[in-house]
């Protein structure tokens, strides 16, 4: 924990933070912004405290639970659509200087930029992207100091992740692992802030050999990788009962041993990210982690990054 191994940073991890390319963007949209629309990353901007800059949010950010959390006026914030699906009317009333959306849908960019919108967008794919991205908002939303401060101490809380399992986990053998997305045969792969987290924790991510964010595979492929650990994406529509009950599935580590987990319906793109690296931490090495340490370490954390407390790790 982070109060155990201090602030040291193990090489490892800043190797892995630091690997990534920075995100390219023009210096011209890097400018301080008045009014700013996140369609995408209002989990990272809310560690920076903007809102008197935030002129609108995504449809999807009025059912954040975070954000439900930290902002009673939350329902009260101008919402023009989504980064799948743009209400340009709303948005132009708006008069917006900056929107914060996703590179995945390069029509909706330059849909916007058609329309005269300058558009940060952003699909971070690993934590050092996240970081990065963490620091372009610091930039458009005048918070650069606030933002290196919350980098250090997402940095500072993996860092202690992997010295736990460095340190008294190391002798383990790795647990093979997959992380489902929206289908039970959808795996992520070698990219991605939760191919990272995987690494991070001490698992073995049976993706690696997928160059790219996920890829559907065949049942055949899966019964051969034989998980010993299945982590499924929180807002997927299928549960671990869903596979426990599948026959196709019975052969597998993960149903036999019963260690499938659905994590918490949270975004990866988030100082969350702590959240799931110790949860992750906790699947892969059960009984390790003892609980009452761990949830004063993310009291800590999310006293420092958001002002609240830590809801737990039922939420």
């Known amino acids: 924990m982070p ?19 920075a995100l390219a963007v023009t210096p011209e949209v890097l400018q301080p912004a008045e009014r700013v629309v996140l369609y995408e990353a209002y989990e990272l901007a809310a560690a920076l405290n903007p809102w008197e800059r935030i002129a609108g949010i995504s449809t999807y950010a009025r059912e954040n639970d975070l954000l439900q959390r930290l902002l009673p006026g939350l329902q009260a914030i101008p919402t023009p659509g989504s980064g799948f699906v743009i209400n340009i009317e709303a948005l132009l009333a708006l008069k917006t200087d900056l929107v914060v959306t996703w590179s995945r849908k390069p029509e909706s960019v330059e849909f916007l930029r058609r329309h005269g919108i300058a558009v940060l967008e952003i699909y971070p794919e690993s934590i050092a992207d996240l970081l ?64 990272d987290l995987i690494r991070i924790a001490g698992g073995r991510n049976l993706g690696d050999h997928i160059n790219g964010l996920n890829r559907d595979i065949s049942m055949e492929e899966m019964v051969a990788l034989d998980p010993e650990v299945v982590l499924i994406w929180g807002s997927a529509v299928f549960d ?48 390790e982690v003892i609980s009452e340490e761990l949830a004063v370490t993310m009291d800590g954390f999310y006293q420092a990054v958001f002002g609240i407390p830590w809801p737990g790790e039922s939420k």
């Open 240 to 287: 671990p009962e869903t596979l426990y009950r599948d026959p196709k599935w019975q052969s597998i580590s993960a149903v036999k041993n019963r260690r499938i987990f659905k994590l918490p319906r949270q975004s990866t793109w988030s100082p969350r990210v702590v959240d799931l690296a110790w949860l992750m931490l906790r699947s892969f090495y059960p009984g």
């Open 132 to 195: 990065a991205v963490l620091q372009q908002l610091g930039q458009v939303l005048d918070r650069q100091p606030r933002a290196a401060e919350v980098a250090g101490l997402i940095r500072h809380h993996l860092t202690a992740v992997q010295q736990y399992h460095q340190q008294r986990l190391a002798a383990a053998a790795p647990p093979r692992v997959v992380w489902l997305w929206g289908k039970p045969t959808t795996i992520n792969g070698n990219r991605g802030v939760t191919a």
């Open 3 to 21: 109060g155990r191994y201090g602030v040291a940073t193990a090489v490892a991890v800043w190797l892995l933070l630091q690997s990534a390319a």
